[in-house]
């Protein structure tokens, strides 16, 4: 069997939910398992989060039917709301919460045939402009969502576009918009990401939304997911599979484009580009070897990447490598790869088997 796992802790995604609840005592929590729980497997977290999480959010009726298959009667937020009127009558029939965040879905509910009314998110456009109505189509919709039999209750949500720049102007402003309707007598209020329930306890509101935090991966660029109590929950550990001696001047890897300064030995582990590792890695990025971070050298290719074990001289074909995990935050590696952890953990293609530790 090709050597390259995810291993995912399901005891530490369970945890960091806690850790998300405790943030914001009495509120309640939609876990955010969208993208296959940001790569995790969205059936084993569901199943791992099923006696403690209030809810889950995901972005379509695909996902939402998904999650049901294990989660019967957990509250679940269609995030983006329905993308054609013909998704209402499963919609109703799953029980989903549904977000409505212009006026095709508003109208599209109105005109709706459905048996079991839907609680509906009316979705405020407080300054990320994505998705979201203006505060005078909230309070048009309001009106007339309130008095529609295919409406429960009728809620509000919004987003932050920068909760994760700590004391950002426009997180005031999006904050300021939301509580301005709240003169309006909703259901319920939701407007925090996982930046916002670690470090804006004035937007916690009834229900929080934490995706990332879940993951044990870490929303900001200046703080760490350890600083913020965060246990990773993914490790993508590949192996060794082949070592050489590159002598001074010679290149490794697809276009030449790492030279040895000196002599080196190079191992090549058994993961690429292909497995969701970013092809546009530098030179320098790091993994564990025997404990010690070694760097990434030359391209990435499709299945296999090369590393520098010039500085370790016991490490040899069979060790394990972890690209990132337990012992290497998955930030510290997008960081040197010009993004986040989101992507990272998202883009792990499904050829790379994951192994479930069992929650606690
Ligand atoms: C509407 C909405 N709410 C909540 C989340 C969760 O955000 P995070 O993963 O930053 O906690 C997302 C993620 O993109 C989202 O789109």
């Known amino acids: 069997m090709r050597p390259l796992v995810a291993t995912i802790d399901l005891a530490a995604i369970r945890r960091n939910y806690a850790l998300a609840k405790l943030c914001a005592p009495g509120r309640k929590a939609f876990a955010v398992v969208k993208a296959n729980a940001y790569g995790h497997g969205v059936r084993e977290v569901v199943a791992a989060l099923a006696r403690e999480a209030d809810g889950f959010a995901v972005a379509s009726l695909e996902e939402a039917v998904e999650v049901r298959a294990v989660q019967a009667g957990a509250r679940l937020l269609l995030l983006e709301g329905c993308f054609d009127a013909g998704e209402l009558p499963l919609v109703s029939r799953l029980g989903l919460d549904v977000v409505v965040q212009d006026d095709r879905q508003a109208e599209a509910l109105l005109t709706a045939s459905i048996d079991r009314p839907v609680n509906v998110w009316l979705k405020l456009d407080s300054g990320m402009h994505r998705l979201g109505l203006t505060p005078a189509g909230v309070r048009h919709w309001f009106t007339r969502l309130r008095a529609a039999h295919q409406v429960a209750e009728v809620n509000l949500i919004s987003h932050f576009a920068c909760a994760d720049e700590r004391g950002h102007s ?38 929080l939304r934490p995706g990332i935090m879940l993951y044990g991966a870490t929303p900001f660029a200046e703080l760490s997911a350890v600083e913020l109590g965060l246990q990773p929950a993914m490790s993508l550990t590949a192996q ?21 300064a000196g002599r080196a030995r190079i191992g090549t582990v058994s993961c690429g580009y292909a497995d969701g590792y970013p092809r546009h890695a530098p030179s320098g990025t790091p993994m564990v070897v025997r404990g010690r971070r070694l760097p990434l050298v030359g391209r990435v290719s499709m299945d296999m990447l090369t590393v520098d074990l010039t500085s370790l001289p016991e490490a040899q074909a069979g060790d394990s490598v972890e690209l990132w995990g337990a012992q290497l935050p998955v930030d510290e590696v997008a960081h040197a790869c010009g993004t986040i952890g989101y992507e990272l953990l998202t883009k792990v293609t499904a050829r790379v088997p994951r192994i479930y530790l069992c929650a606690d």
């Open 170 to 207: 426009l997180t005031d402003l999006q904050l300021e918009r939301f509580l301005d309707l709240l003169d309006l007598d909703f259901d319920l209020r939701s407007l925090s990401n996982s930046a916002a329930v670690l470090t804006i306890p004035a937007a916690h509101m009834d229900w």
């Open 240 to 260: 060794v599979i082949s070592v050489r001696e590159v002598p001074a001047g010679d290149s490794v890897g697809y276009g030449a484009a790492w030279i040895a």
